[in-house]
């Protein structure tokens, strides 16, 4: 069974902090499908239009009838180990760090064969259940793990190493006023993370809701403003060494459309939603980026709450869609900057808050706060990128991934 | 029924000692062996009209610039990059030109360098599906991939690690009258089950060392050969498959299992005539299923048989008599060469201090590039000495 | 020496005159004042460095600002409430830079201030300050001194669920402050109103009393206690925006030893 992950003693000051490595990184075109899936915790292969053959490794015509349209589908999940093997010598620097390293190969109820890594609780002969992963490098990674979970399962470091799990590790929620921030952090302490910092913008304005975090546990309200430089410079200066995740939860709001309007709230959102996020990215990124190896609680991931209007806007809050849109670009670059580090950054797309005021005209659904920590928390566990939260951004995200024209259609052309 | 391969011949064995490490290029250790090639059959660069390359290092180079590179105007000219199989495809390709008339004389010559990044480097960018689909988990290399093969291959079977170590200790005993073998120590049987493990279960006597190096041969017609006086070979029957078996979902039997009915059906005898055995070694359990494969015993059998048989020069079943790649080393494509080069010699007689007593009949067979998860390539080949 | 600005300048020199600085730091974490969050905000000062002696500019340092003319240490024009929109002259460019420099009273409410977050001040206070130090002046500049200035933070502003609460003028007050036709009014907190000022009638009744008037307003001062309450000179010239309704400025006053 897996050990349970043990807590983190005291970093020794004088050792050297140790460069993260990563796993190979290049991929051919068709095999970056497979981080598609993986970035959004689906089991999926390309699946042959015609003959319904499952193509493994991934390519570029059909192994059975060389048909070319071989579009990406959930599949089965399950198989066998036909074979292991402990990887003792490795030229790759990743891999060599981490001697001894176990590989399958696993027989997909699917179909193909496939080289996988191997959980550690399971071996030759057993039936297992698939997964794909991110790995450090980004890309999308088979592992085989047990049909059961069991209890620490999550604990096992090959499998850790694919997660950005909050066990034992300590996390920045940047506004703590944010509808969700109270439930975030109490699902991240349920989770087993060791210590939640929460960011509280403009202390000299009083909040009401600040007394429910009060007496919590492993819990700091530092001073965090997204909007201002020096705060985020202060901050970071104090405890940028010791944020192994980070939550962006500051997020401005006003209703309006493009015409009819000034740009005095528009100039707001961009501030808090989108340079806030690039403050943020550039005060903590590098530190975060430089720890992705740092032992037990090493840096894993930064989190934003995107709202799914960024996809495509609701017209009656334009700007603050257009802020949304562009902090999602920037959310992009950042994944790639991130790239030799490991350091992942996971994105959850929402709907409307329930209980937001800003929001309140719209009928339901909307999402909860809880549903938000619940969705953050999963996609944290899972190592995903892409995490969709409430029915509304559910909704949106898919017909946005099927056809963005047509959505934008439906949205601004009389849909019905 | 196939063609015979009447009336062309094999000539000119050439080893070029293998080293580690080497600053030289692929072109330098293929000009090498080119040369002395030429110079057994006392020709002139510029005389050779056909040449067949195998290399994985010759980068940003083809063949097409080893052509301007060495100053020949070759009317034929091929690359083989079936890797381990290259040796025999490469013949038979040659063959069949020089039987047809389009070219007289194919210099085959097959070599590599090696640096001290060259196996990460080869490795990283080897194949589209390793890449993809290898590579990423745990980049053991193909001693992973061989591992995962003989794990399945124990359990299915039986075999134990005592008799992969057969062949490999064999195998040593053989390579100690190679003068240019790369190991140059007595292996015995307990050092070969105490020594590290690679990837389990394959240990550090079950791999090849990586080096620099090239062999070569030279394919011409008959009458040419006997006017010069060169020793030469004939070649009795081949075959040759690519993908084979496809969806078996691991590889415990290669190509050869396809097509190896008719490749005794062309020679006209079964394997009982046979003298002596090259088998492609990049691991003893690969040998083992070409025991099996090539029709030396059944599926399953080849521990059996194994335990059973002498395997060194002077036992009754000669197999890998210069060392094979586990004691010789394995220097890239020229591997896919070793075999057949050292074949030439024993059934030429001029085999030295490997040399089998009456060697007439030798099998070589090939196996190379792993792809994705087993090898793809795999070929064969009866050779004779001229009298056989 | 015959020249009264000659004279001022030796007795700068010699410290028999001073300058108070009555102003507060423009940083990031000043208050500003809050409205109902539909409405437009006052932009709160940020900093951005352009460089540093840096990549970005090798030989020199320099920022850019954002904030409100309302943002910090300011000055209200005419032109900043409703009741002054048609006032001539009533923008920061437009105002006679006479009236930046004169004399200032300080009507001392520390005291009742430090009782009541809504201590108000009231024409029985000004009249009971008058009855010591004299009628106040035509034209001269009232500050209402609360040392509101030395509290920071969330105290400050002192938000509660009900809106702010910090100091103020009733609207007799100012009533009888413009009977007296003062040039301004200012105070230490972020407002020249009470905190809970929406609730007067008018509502606001130091913007709206004062600007109706033509007066001028001044905010978030400090250093009140360092003043005589008669005989010091303020200079506030506010910043000659096109068109401003106020600025961010420099207060000084000058006193005798």
């Not at chain 2, 240019?180 to 007595?186: D, F, L, V």
């Given at each position: 069974m897996t050990q349970s992950l043990p807590f983190p003693p005291k970093r020794n000051p004088q050792k050297p902090t140790q460069v993260p490595t990563v796993p190979p990184m290049v991929r051919s075109r068709a095999a970056l499908g497979l981080g598609v899936m993986a970035a959004q915790g689906r089991f999926g292969l390309q699946v042959c239009a015609q003959c319904q053959a499952v193509q493994y490794p991934p390519r570029d015509a059909c192994l059975k009838c060389l048909n070319d349209d071989l579009p990406w589908q959930d599949v089965d999940p399950?198989?066998?180990?036909?074979?292991?093997?402990?990887?003792?010598?490795?030229?790759?620097?990743?891999?060599?760090?981490?001697?001894?390293?176990?590989?399958?190969?696993?027989?997909?109820?699917?179909?193909?064969?496939?080289?996988?890594?191997?959980?550690?609780?399971?071996?030759?002969?057993?039936?297992?259940?698939?997964?794909?992963?991110?790995?450090?490098?980004?890309?999308?990674?088979?592992?085989?793990?047990?049909?059961?979970?069991?209890?620490?399962?999550?604990?096992?470091?090959?499998?850790?190493?694919?997660?950005?799990?909050?066990?034992?590790?300590?996390?920045?929620?940047?506004?703590?006023?944010?509808?969700?921030?109270?439930?975030?952090?109490?699902?991240?302490?349920?989770?087993?993370?060791?210590?939640?910092?929460?960011?509280?913008?403009?202390?000299?304005?009083?909040?009401?809701?600040?007394?429910?975090?009060?007496?919590?546990?492993?819990?700091?309200?530092?001073?965090?403003?997204?909007?201002?430089?020096?705060?985020?410079?202060?901050?970071?200066?104090?405890?940028?060494?010791?944020?192994?995740?980070?939550?962006?939860?500051?997020?401005?709001?006003?209703?309006?459309?493009?015409?009819?309007?000034?740009?005095?709230?528009?100039?707001?959102?961009?501030?808090?939603?989108?340079?806030?996020?690039?403050?943020?990215?550039?005060?903590?990124?590098?530190?975060?980026?430089?720890?992705?190896?740092?032992?037990?609680?090493?840096?894993?991931?930064?989190?934003?709450?995107?709202?799914?209007?960024?996809?495509?806007?609701?017209?009656?809050?334009?700007?603050?869609?257009?802020?949304?849109?562009?902090?999602?670009?920037?959310?992009?670059?950042?994944?790639?900057?991130?790239?030799?580090?490991?350091?992942?950054?996971?994105?959850?797309?929402?709907?409307?808050?329930?209980?937001?005021?800003?929001?309140?005209?719209?009928?339901?659904?909307?999402?909860?706060?809880?549903?938000?920590?619940?969705?953050?928390?999963?996609?944290?566990?899972?190592?995903?990128?892409?995490?969709?939260?409430?029915?509304?951004?559910?909704?949106?995200?898919?017909?946005?991934?099927?056809?963005?024209?047509?959505?934008?259609?439906?949205?601004?052309?009389?849909?019905? | 029924m196939r063609r015979s391969y009447e009336g062309v011949v094999l000539t000119a064995p050439v080893s070029v000692p293998y080293v580690r490490y080497t600053n030289e290029t692929a072109h330098w250790w293929i000009a090498k062996a080119l040369r002395e090639a030429l110079a057994i059959i006392r020709m002139t660069p510029q005389e050779i009209d056909g040449l067949s390359v195998s290399s994985f290092t010759l980068a940003p180079d083809t063949p097409v610039g080893l052509t301007q590179h060495f100053g020949i105007s070759p009317r034929w000219l091929d690359t083989v990059p079936t890797g381990g199989a290259c040796g025999v495809a490469a013949m038979r390709r040659a063959a069949r030109a020089v039987q047809a008339g389009d070219v007289d004389v194919v210099a085959c010559v097959s070599g590599d360098t090696n640096r001290i990044d060259s196996f990460r480097n080869l490795l990283s960018a080897f194949?589209?599906?390793?890449?993809?689909?290898?590579?990423?988990?745990?980049?053991?290399?193909?001693?992973?991939?061989?591992?995962?093969?003989?794990?399945?291959?124990?359990?299915?079977?039986?075999?134990?690690?005592?008799?992969?170590?057969?062949?490999?200790?064999?195998?040593?005993?053989?390579?100690?009258?190679?003068?240019?073998?790369?190991?140059?120590?007595?292996?015995?049987?307990?050092q070969y089950m105490d020594a590290r493990m690679i990837s389990d279960p394959i240990g550090l006597f079950d791999c090849v060392m990586s080096c620099a190096g090239a062999e070569a041969f030279v394919m011409m017609r008959e009458d040419m050969a006997i006017a010069k006086g060169l020793p030469f070979a004939r070649i009795a029957s081949t075959i040759?498959?690519?993908?084979?078996?496809?969806?078996?979902?691991?590889?415990?039997?290669?190509?050869?299992?396809?097509?190896?009915?008719?490749?005794?059906?062309?020679?006209?005898?079964?394997?009982?005539?046979?003298?002596?055995?090259?088998?492609?070694?990049?691991?003893?359990?690969?040998?083992?299923?070409?025991?099996?494969?090539?029709?030396?015993?059944?599926?399953?059998?080849?521990?059996?048989?194994?335990?059973?048989?002498?395997?060194?020069?002077?036992?009754?079943?000669?197999?890998?008599?210069?060392?094979?790649?586990?004691?010789?080393?394995?220097?890239?494509?020229?591997?896919?060469?070793?075999?057949?080069?050292?074949?030439i010699r024993q059934v030429t007689a001029q085999a030295g201090g490997t040399q089998v007593e009456n060697a007439r009949r030798a099998l070589v067979s090939g196996f190379g590039v792993i792809n994705y998860d087993r090898g793809l390539c795999s070929s064969a080949a009866i050779i004779t000495g001229a009298n056989a | 020496m015959s020249n009264i600005i000659e004279a001022l300048a030796g007795a700068l020199a010699s410290s028999a005159a001073r300058i108070v600085d009555l102003t507060h730091t423009l940083d990031p974490d000043f208050p500003v004042i809050v409205l109902p969050p539909e409405f437009g905000q006052c932009a709160r000062f940020r900093m951005e460095e352009v460089s540093a002696y840096d990549h970005r500019g090798p030989a020199w340092k320099w920022h850019n600002l954002t904030m409100n003319e309302h943002t910090g240490t300011h000055f209200d024009a005419p032109s900043h409430w409703v009741s002054g929109k048609d006032v001539p002259n009533g923008a920061v460019d437009e105002i006679d830079p006479s009236v930046f420099i004169g004399p200032v009273v300080v009507i001392d409410c520390s005291k009742g201030a430090a009782q009541n977050d809504d201590y108000e001040l009231t024409p029985e206070i000004i009249e009971d300050w008058e009855a010591q130090h004299g009628l106040i002046p035509a034209d001269v500049w009232v500050l209402m001194r609360t040392d509101w200035s030395k509290k920071s933070g969330a105290d400050y502003l002192n938000m509660a669920k009900d809106g702010p609460h910090s100091p103020g003028p009733t609207p007799a007050a100012i009533e009888l402050l413009l009977k007296r036709n003062i040039r301004g009014f200012g105070t230490e907190t972020v407002g020249t109103d009470a905190g809970q000022g929406a609730h007067y009638m008018p509502p606001y009744p130091a913007h709206y009393l004062l600007h109706g008037a033509g007066k001028f307003g001044l905010q978030c001062l400090r250093n009140l206690d360092l003043l005589p309450p008669t005989g010091a000179l303020l200079i506030a010239p506010p910043l000659k925006i096109k068109g401003g309704t106020g600025s961010p400025l420099r207060v000084l006053a000058l006193v005798t030893a």
């Open positions: 399950t198989g066998r180990v036909l074979a292991e093997t402990t990887i003792r010598v490795s030229p790759e620097p990743y891999f060599r760090e981490r001697m001894p390293w176990r590989m399958g190969s696993v027989k997909l109820n699917a179909g193909p064969v496939v080289n996988c890594h191997l959980h550690g609780e399971v071996g030759r002969g057993d039936m297992v259940r698939m997964a794909l992963k991110l790995d450090k490098a980004g890309q999308g990674v088979l592992i085989a793990l047990q049909l059961e979970g069991s209890e620490n399962m999550q604990d096992d470091p090959v499998l850790r190493a694919m997660s950005c799990d909050p066990k034992r590790r300590r996390v920045l929620i940047t506004d703590a006023r944010a509808p969700m921030a109270l439930a975030l952090t109490q699902a991240l302490l349920n989770a087993g993370a060791a210590h939640v910092f929460l960011g509280e913008p403009e202390a000299w304005r009083r909040w009401p809701e600040r007394a429910a975090y009060a007496g919590m546990e492993n819990v700091s309200i530092v001073p965090l403003d997204v909007t201002d430089v020096s705060s985020i410079t202060k901050l970071s200066a104090e405890i940028g060494g010791k944020v192994d995740i980070l939550v962006n939860t500051a997020s401005f709001t006003r209703p309006g459309g493009v015409m009819g309007n000034d740009t005095t709230f528009a100039r707001d959102a961009f501030e808090v939603n989108t340079l806030g996020l690039m403050r943020l990215a550039q005060g903590f990124g590098p530190a975060m980026a430089s720890r992705v190896q740092d032992g037990v609680n090493s840096a894993a991931a930064f989190v934003n709450i995107l709202s799914v209007h960024g996809l495509m806007p609701d017209p009656a809050y334009s700007a603050f869609g257009a802020s949304q849109a562009a902090a999602r670009s920037i959310t992009q670059s950042l994944r790639s900057e991130f790239r030799g580090s490991g350091l992942r950054v996971i994105n959850v797309y929402i709907g409307a808050i329930e209980g937001d005021p800003w929001f309140s005209t719209l009928p339901p659904p909307k999402v909860t706060p809880n549903a938000i920590a619940r969705a953050t928390v999963q996609g944290l566990v899972g190592g995903l990128e892409e995490v969709t939260c409430g029915d509304i951004a559910k909704d949106i995200y898919a017909r946005w991934q099927n056809d963005a024209g047509l959505l934008e259609r439906e949205i601004t052309g009389g849909g019905s | 194949s589209r599906f390793s890449m993809d689909a290898t590579f990423p988990y745990g980049f053991g290399g193909p001693n992973a991939s061989f591992a995962l093969l003989q794990d399945a291959y124990m359990q299915e079977f039986g075999a134990t690690r005592e008799d992969f170590g057969h062949i490999a200790v064999a195998q040593r005993a053989n390579a100690l009258h190679c003068p240019h073998a790369m190991m140059k120590k007595p292996l015995t049987l307990d040759e498959r690519t993908n084979a078996f496809p969806d078996d979902p691991i590889q415990l039997r290669g190509g050869w299992a396809v097509d190896i009915d008719d490749l005794w059906a062309m020679a006209g005898h079964g394997p009982e005539a046979i003298d002596l055995l090259q088998t492609y070694d990049d691991y003893p359990v690969i040998s083992m299923m070409q025991f099996e494969d090539l029709g030396f015993c059944g599926k399953g059998e080849g521990a059996e048989f194994v335990r059973k048989h002498d395997l060194t020069i002077g036992g009754d079943f000669p197999h890998n008599t210069s060392g094979g790649q586990l004691s010789v080393g394995q220097a890239g494509a020229a591997g896919g060469y070793l075999g057949l080069v050292e074949a | -």
